[in-house]
Nanobody, 128 residues
Framework: QLQLVESGGGLVQPGGSLKLSCGTS??????????VGWFRQAPGKEREGVAC????????NYPDSVKGRFTISRDNAKNTASLRMHSLKSEDTAVYYC???????????????????WGQGTQVTVSS
């Protein structure tokens, strides 16, 4: 089993930066066995993927809406994954979720239906 916990959300001004972190509970399997994705959901909108990373960290994917502004990374020794967000816009406001799926393939997919384990979410608000 895998339990994920996000942290690092908050209020930031447009153009600002924020780092989100995703950790695991002590009784979880090591995160190195999983591909990890970050997703977000704004009020009235569908959940969308904003980044994913393979279990080795060798592959990352981003949608065009965040490419060049968001960076996903992971530290398997610490069982953590992070999402660094720069040049934030008001449209980035959403609840952000960390998710994981067993790494049965070397690539990662940004489809929420592919992920088995989810964190509780952390609110990111971009506003002046």
């Amino acid at each position: 089993q895998l339990q994920l916990v996000e942290s690092g959300g908050g209020l930031v001004q447009p153009g600002g930066s924020l780092k989100l972190s995703c950790g695991t509970s002590e009784d979880s399997l090591p995160l190195e066995y999983y591909n990890v994705g970050w997703f977000r959901q704004a009020p009235g909108k569908e959940r969308e993927g904003v980044a994913c990373i393979s279990n080795t960290g060798g592959t990352t994917n981003y949608p065009d809406s965040v490419k060049g502004r968001f960076t996903i990374s992971r530290d398997n020794a610490k069982n953590t994954a992070s999402l660094r967000m720069h040049s934030l816009k008001s449209e980035d406001t959403a609840v952000y979720y960390c998710a994981a799926v067993p790494a049965v393939q070397p690539d990662c997919i940004m489809s929420s239906s592919e992920y088995d384990f989810w964190g509780q979410g952390t609110q990111v608000t971009v506003s002046s």
